[in-house]
């Protein structure tokens, strides 16, 4: 006597040529003459959602993979879910949280704008220096640690900040980009549906052109092919973002938007 009890079932109709089929195997079981033995098989047959799964109770939330991050992605879905029935738009609520995410790591961020403007005003005499050294790499680098130490500049002050928020990044990259949740969710205009890619490639090409602001905004490497490497990066991510769905590309083009503003609304600031 076989029995399943579904816990919820959410499912489409199927046609006989796209049936799906599931194989149960179980330990032989011996039975006394007029006997019987029942197997109960729970399942859940749906949208691999967090929070639909969550609401069983059972730890099938488990099931949804956010990474090596998902102790922040969760949560971070959990944000999301509170602010879309607030706004009733989840692209909305994606712009929200990310520019709340913004301030609230604004400290290491004005730690990062301000190593980097260090190092912007050093350029000249690291030109020089280049120009003086360029057939000696060891006394180069040399004369440089000495500028760094007598200036108190980091050339790795910009790049630390960062790396402190990238787990972050991270998490909100892997919820965006895996949450069942953004399925057939619209943002405004041609985005109705944020799971999947942008059908004009709009966001990803500004987001790209975005990128490529920020690159002038920042002060060139001393390496020339650190330079070159800087140079492609956005047109490598433009092409990389044209087919990941659209709610992560406006998650990137929303921090890539509000960085470069913070850039040069603070531009006067640092240079003083």
Not at 55 to 65: I, Q, T
Not at 197 to 222: E, F, H, I, R, T
Request: hydrophobic share 50%.
């Amino acid at each position: 006597n076989l029995s399943a009890k579904a816990l919820k079932a959410s499912v489409e109709p199927v046609t006989a040529e796209a049936h799906s089929k599931v194989t149960l195997t179980a330990k032989p079981v011996t039975l006394q003459s007029g006997g019987s033995f029942t197997w109960e098989l729970p399942f859940y047959l749906g949208p691999k959602g967090q929070t639909g799964l969550a609401s069983f109770g059972v730890g099938l939330e488990r099931a949804v993979d956010f990474g090596y991050f998902w102790q922040i992605g969760r949560p971070m879905l959990n944000a999301l879910w509170w602010l879309e029935a607030r706004l009733g738009n989840w692209g909305w609520s994606i712009i929200v949280l990310t520019i709340a995410l913004q301030v609230l790591l604004f400290p290491l961020t004005w730690k990062s704008l301000k190593a980097a403007a260090a190092m912007k005003k050093l350029q000249p005499e690291m030109a020089k220096l280049q120009a003086r050294y360029k057939d000696d790499a060891q006394r180069l680098n040399q004369e440089m640690m000495a500028m760094y130490k007598k200036t108190g500049a980091n050339p790795l002050g910009g790049c630390l900040p960062m790396l402190l928020q990238m787990p972050i990044f991270v998490a909100l990259f892997n919820v965006l980009r895996n949450s069942w949740e953004l399925h057939g969710a619209s943002w405004i205009f041609w985005v109705q549906d944020l799971s999947a890619k942008d059908p004009y490639y709009v966001l990803p090409v500004v987001m790209g052109g975005l990128m490529w602001l920020q690159s002038k905004l920042n002060p060139p490497s001393a390496d020339p092919t650190q330079q070159q490497v800087m140079m492609f990066m956005p047109i490598i991510f433009t092409f990389m973002f044209l087919n990941f769905p659209s709610g992560l590309v406006l998650y990137w083009l929303t921090n890539s938007l509000v960085s470069t503003v913070l850039q040069i609304g603070l531009k006067s600031r640092l240079e003083a």
